[in-house]
């Protein structure tokens, strides 16, 4: 190599440098980059920095080391209802959504709801989707009409077949399987589908593809907006059945096809915190890693040391792992017992962006950033946690009890055996003490009737205010 080429690459690789330490600059007198990325359906003992031993994510595991991780995050216990709580601040039940949504249902989340997108859109951001929606069927439910500037992914779960006649096609949209353009609109329904901005791409889409090319998505969509503040919801199909994982990850662990879709989701957080410090972005970009619900433990799921899973408001249905990280805002090696949930992620995020919670309606969620940030002696802002399932208000927990009631009956899981818990036989009421017991095995109501009936009737009074302040779903043509 002649000294003018070499001299001409010495350049090059200096300019990048200095290309790479300005968008720094830039990006630390600017608002914060925010992506959350979500799993469908992993558990809290699917993660070795939350104990797996037979998956490994070095990834989020790093994340955790260089970041926060909590203990006891909870959403709700199936996916519909967590999603609209990340997008409203609210629980899902206040906002209509108490429940899976499927391909019948003619209601989603209501176009009057202000959705965290819509908040960091005013703020300035750019707003993008990549993945699962799952809040309604109809154009006028899509994320397009909730604050997203764009959408690339599935309309809802990967098992959900659609009403072909209520989608458009693009004119390169890819038919497989023996799906024709012809033939689609003569079916009565379709297999899940690949949608780019509310437009069909691909039919049936080709699942196997579904992290790799939401990684890339992510990516493209963080390199073309690196220059302003951007939001990225990156919402995963995995884990959730059928279990798909492309051709590099399809036995790479040790816990079978279940194991391999959690490693490819590993290696997708990598490559987005890689190119991250790429664009000179790291610093300036807050990442959050968590799941909607518990395990299908019927296809190898784990809830770890927690009792039940998917579908139950026992801790292993509702409580999933929550790691984030933000270099030299978040303290490197956080870790919190503090109660927090899904719905304080619009209010956190919003006062981090600059702007203003809704005060014209009951938002549920808390501002976090105290116990994100490491702040010293930071506590949960939430005096209960409180379990919904459906129309239902059958747990809280209180500090570290928690109350459950008798009447609720447990859902029948697809692909998760009846037997998966212990909850599955005659309820009764229970109460727990999780700091010593949060497998929930040895039920104290008989020595402490008095702390069950003072959390029984502080139960029945939230439930009470709930119904006072529920907001309607939206309801399509009306």
């Known amino acids: 190599m002649n000294k003018f080429i070499q001299s001409l690459l010495c350049v090059i690789c200096l300019l990048v440098s200095l290309a790479s330490e300005f968008r720094a600059a830039l990006a630390s007198d600017r608002k914060p980059n925010v992506i959350v990325i979500l799993a469908d359906d992993l558990g809290y003992g699917d993660l070795s920095c939350y104990g797996a031993e037979d998956i490994a994510t070095p990834n989020i595991d790093r994340m955790a080391t260089e970041g926060a991780k909590f203990n006891s995050f909870y959403v709700s216990p199936v996916c519909s209802p967590t999603r609209a709580s990340l997008m409203t601040g609210s629980h899902p039940t206040r906002v209509g959504i108490g429940g899976v949504m499927f391909p019948r249902n003619n209601h989603g989340l209501n176009p009057d709801e202000i959705t965290l997108p819509e908040l960091l859109k005013g703020q300035g951001y750019a707003t993008a989707i990549i993945g699962k929606w799952h809040l309604g069927n109809e154009d006028i439910f899509q994320p397009l009409n909730h604050g997203f500037d764009t959408w690339y992914g599935t309309p809802a779960s990967n098992n959900q077949f659609y009403y072909p006649t209520i989608k458009k096609y693009a004119a390169d949209c890819v038919f497989r399987e023996g799906y024709t353009r012809e033939g689609i609109l003569k079916r009565e329904t379709a297999a899940c589908p690949l949608i780019r901005d509310n437009v069909v791409i691909e039919v049936p889409a080709d699942q196997s593809q579904f992290t790799r090319r939401y990684t890339h998505e992510t990516i493209c969509f963080i390199t073309e907006n690196k220059d302003k503040p951007f939001f990225v919801y990156l919402a995963h199909n995995m884990p959730h059945i059928p279990l798909h994982a492309s051709e590099n990850y399809v036995g790479s662990s ?49 809830a770890g040391s927690l009792n039940g899973g998917k579908g139950l408001t026992l801790e292993g249905g509702v409580r999933v792992p929550f790691v984030a990280r933000w270099p030299e805002t978040i303290p490197a090696g956080t870790e919190s017992d503090e109660a927090i949930t899904g719905m304080d992620l619009l209010p956190t995020l919003t006062r981090l962006a600059g702007g203003d919670v809704p005060d014209d309606r009951v938002i549920d969620g808390k501002n976090i950033w105290p116990l994100l940030a490491g702040k010293p002696d930071a506590k949960s802002p939430h005096e209960a946690i409180y379990y919904l399932r459906g129309r239902g208000v059958y747990a809280i927990r209180v500090g570290d009890w928690k109350y459950r009631t008798a009447t609720e009956k447990p859902p029948k899981v697809k692909g998760q055996p009846a037997s998966d818990s212990k909850s599955r036989k005659v309820a009764v009421e229970t109460l727990y003490n999780l700091r010593e017991d949060v497998g929930e095995q040895t039920n104290l109501i008989d020595k402490h009737p008095e702390i069950a009936q003072r959390l029984k009737q502080q139960l029945a009074t939230f439930e009470t205010e709930l119904k006072k302040n529920l907001r309607p779903a939206g309801v399509a043509g009306e």
Not at 257 to 265: K, P, W
Not at 267 to 295: A, C, H, M, Q, Y
Request: zero cysteines; hydrophobic letters at 25%; aromatic letters at 6%.
């Open 254 to 302: 040790k816990r079978g096809i279940y194991g391999d879709t959690i490693q490819e989701l590993d290696w997708s957080t990598g490559e987005i915190l890689r190119s991250l410090k790429e664009l000179g972005l790291d610093k300036n970009t807050l990442v959050i890693f968590t799941s909607d619900n518990g395990p299908n433990t019927g296809k190898g799921g784990s």
